[in-house]
């Protein structure tokens, strides 16, 4: 073994969750150091959609119009479409605004609009880029990518992880792992974790085993996708089903289909399949593919112990359908950051980190059955035939299709409640105040100031510019909201907050919409941005609330 050294916080694992992680921790003043067995990031695509949710924790870090900068061009559209094959009869267009509309009905939202950064549509491999560079000129993120993490050793005070790269071997002394190592991970492996939940569907429209390509198809937007080109572009027909993920806008495609075997087919056979959806010749040029399970809906037993936790697939495993996914990982690393640099800065209590899984295990429980029920939607949609006939019997079965595409579609697009809905109801740090704002709801999100939700979003002013959402006055710590003219003073919560440690921020407001919005005159908002308790006056004992918020008992 060569030289050992030590680090507050270890995070295996440098995919988009890892990395933001690994940010996330850096804007809390937490050092880390980021093992991937990696030497590059994958240049093979992968996910394409960054939820709302996650774009705001891009927002946070000052990169989220970088990100809205990558993928597609400005004006592409975002939405989805369907037809029998690319040269023949469209079945239903699901339109969905691209990045320049986007920016366009933000400038004149409303100033209760539920979000500063409504979701945007480029592939995983382009962003993950962005972070792994952001995370590079960061001095306190040391990132290590061609390095495995092949053993854990916990012990009271520290973990020694074992670690092999080209140059040997070494053993790095962490306070805290994070294992943010994918589906196969070696730190649930180490835990001795189990996923539970159903595996893959038994569909032929992604389920079963499945294929993922990267292609290259030039002609495509301009022979035969014209004015219906979409950001997901759906060939259905008796033979096949495949989708087309645009990539660049121009030339580059992301295929996903469960219509040839993945461990036989060849480059040959998948250029050959996407000419048969597209109804005509056309170039093709396959430059990766790989193999892949669709359907699955895992998630782990348990999130970690001790020193040790988990966070996104390493955590649980989706469906692609909504692209839950990576999204529920992102929001896992938000929860995680601030609990890890508690314990590390020392003002956590003993169970702080034991309420991230009692917190996010839920929820992902939660996406894992919605992004499950869009696939089975989807593979419920019958494909005879008929829908490529040029008759009357042909015309109803692509109107009876169609109208069950479109259901689908729009179902995957109307994700709100999905990407700003997840409530910490009874999470054993947060302290109650009134009930949640009715039943969950997969389309709808209804913003509410009840303790265990996302805060509320409002826009402060009209540029809508860096500074003009209330996000954007959020501290990275506590942040304390004074609202209203006549708003209380909170001496006492304040004054705990710093014998205690615990970085707090107080921001005073003399807003009548955000007192409404608000309820309270005096709300405390988590460094997730979760509402962690509201009062009308100064807490008769702020100790005992900083206990239960810090996780102490």
């Known amino acids: 073994m060569d030289t050992s050294f030590t680090t507050p916080v270890?995070?295996?694992?440098?995919?988009?969750?890892?990395?933001?992680?690994?940010?996330?921790?850096?804007?809390?003043?937490?050092?880390?150091?980021?093992?991937?067995?990696?030497?590059?990031?994958?240049?093979?695509?992968?996910?394409?959609?960054?939820?709302?949710?996650?774009?705001?924790?891009?927002?946070?870090?000052?990169?989220?119009?970088?990100?809205?900068?990558?993928?597609?061009?400005a004006g592409h559209a975002a939405g989805i479409s369907f037809s029998t094959r690319y040269d023949a009869h469209p079945l239903a267009l699901l339109p969905w605004p691209g990045t320049a509309e986007v920016l366009r009905r933000r400038e004149t939202a409303d100033r209760a609009d539920p979000t500063p950064e409504p979701m945007h549509r480029a592939n995983q491999m382009y962003v993950e880029r962005l972070l792994r560079d952001h995370?590079?000129?960061?001095?306190?993120?040391?990132?290590?990518?061609?390095?495995?993490?092949?053993?854990?050793?916990?012990?009271?005070?520290?973990?020694?992880?074992?670690?092999?790269?080209?140059?040997?071997?070494?053993?790095?002394?962490?306070?805290?792992?994070?294992?943010?190592?994918?589906?196969?991970?070696?730190?649930?492996?180490?835990?001795?974790?189990?996923?539970?939940?159903?595996?893959?569907?038994?569909?032929?429209?992604?389920?079963?085993?499945?294929?993922?390509?990267?292609?290259?198809?030039?002609?495509?937007?301009?022979?035969?996708?014209?004015?219906?080109?979409?950001?997901?572009?759906?060939?259905?027909?008796?033979?096949?089903?495949?989708?087309?993920?645009?990539?660049?806008?121009?030339?580059?495609?992301?295929?996903?289909?469960?219509?040839?075997?993945?461990?036989?087919?060849?480059?040959?056979?998948?250029?050959?399949?996407?000419?048969?959806?597209?109804?005509?010749?056309?170039?093709?040029?396959?430059l990766s593919h790989r193999p892949w399970t669709a359907g699955a809906a895992l998630v782990a037993e348990s999130f970690g112990t001790g020193r040790i936790r988990l966070a996104g697939d390493a955590a649980h495993l989706f469906t692609p359908n909504g692209g839950f996914g990576m999204n529920t990982g992102m929001d896992d690393a938000a929860n995680l950051a601030w609990k890890l640099a508690a314990a590390v800065q020392g003002w956590a209590g003993p169970r702080l980190l034991d309420s991230y899984g009692i917190e996010r295990r839920p929820t992902?429980?939660?996406?894992?059955?919605?992004?499950?029920?869009?696939?089975?939607?989807?593979?419920?949609?019958?494909?005879?035939?008929?829908?490529?006939?040029?008759?009357?019997?042909?015309?109803?079965?692509?109107?009876?299709?169609?109208?069950?595409?479109?259901?689908?579609?729009?179902?995957?697009?109307?994700?709100?409640?999905?990407q700003l809905g997840a409530r910490y109801d009874g999470s054993p740090v947060v302290a109650e105040d009134g009930s949640a704002p009715g039943p969950d709801s997969f389309a709808t999100y209804t913003p509410s100031a009840v303790p265990g939700g996302r805060a509320p979003h409002l826009w402060l002013d009209g540029r809508r510019t860096e500074g003009s959402s209330l996000f954007d006055r959020f501290g990275p710590g506590f942040t304390l909201l004074r609202l209203g003219p006549r708003a209380p003073t909170a001496s006492g919560l304040e004054a705990a907050a710093l014998r205690r440690g615990v970085p707090l921020r107080t921001l005073g407001l003399d807003d009548p919409l955000a007192r409404e919005v608000y309820e309270r005159p005096l709300v405390l908002v988590r460094p997730d941005q979760h509402v962690a308790w509201r009062g009308t006056h100064d807490p008769g004992d702020p100790d005992a609330l900083w206990a239960r918020l810090t996780g102490t008992p």
Request: charged share 20%.
């Open 364 to 418: 992902a429980l939660r996406n894992t059955h919605a992004a499950r029920t869009l696939g089975q939607g989807l593979g419920a949609i019958a494909r005879p035939a008929l829908l490529e006939e040029d008759s009357a019997a042909g015309q109803a079965a692509r109107a009876k299709a169609g109208a069950e595409l479109a259901a689908y579609g729009t179902r995957t697009l109307e994700t709100l409640g999905v």
């Open 135 to 286: 995370a590079r000129s960061r001095p306190r993120i040391t990132l290590c990518f061609g390095h495995t993490v092949t053993a854990l050793r916990e012990h009271a005070a520290h973990v020694d992880v074992d670690v092999r790269h080209e140059g040997g071997e070494r053993t790095v002394r962490a306070g805290y792992v994070a294992g943010c190592d994918g589906g196969h991970s070696v730190v649930r492996r180490h835990l001795g974790i189990r996923y539970e939940g159903e595996g893959t569907l038994d569909q032929d429209v992604l389920g079963r085993r499945s294929t993922a390509a990267h292609l290259r198809v030039p002609t495509l937007y301009r022979d035969f996708l014209g004015g219906r080109a979409a950001w997901s572009n759906w060939a259905v027909n008796s033979e096949l089903a495949l989708n087309l993920i645009a990539l660049n806008g121009v030339d580059e495609f992301f295929l996903l289909t469960s219509s040839v075997d993945p461990d036989t087919a060849t480059a040959a056979d998948l250029a050959g399949l996407v000419r048969r959806a597209a109804g005509r010749p056309l170039p093709v040029e396959v």
């Open 10 to 73: 270890a995070v295996v694992g440098g995919g988009p969750v890892g990395l933001l992680l690994a940010l996330l921790l850096d804007l809390h003043g937490v050092p880390c150091v980021v093992f991937d067995a990696q030497e590059n990031v994958p240049a093979q695509p992968r996910g394409s959609t960054h939820g709302a949710r996650t774009m705001e924790h891009y927002r946070r870090l000052g990169l989220a119009e970088r990100v809205r900068a990558l993928g597609l061009p």
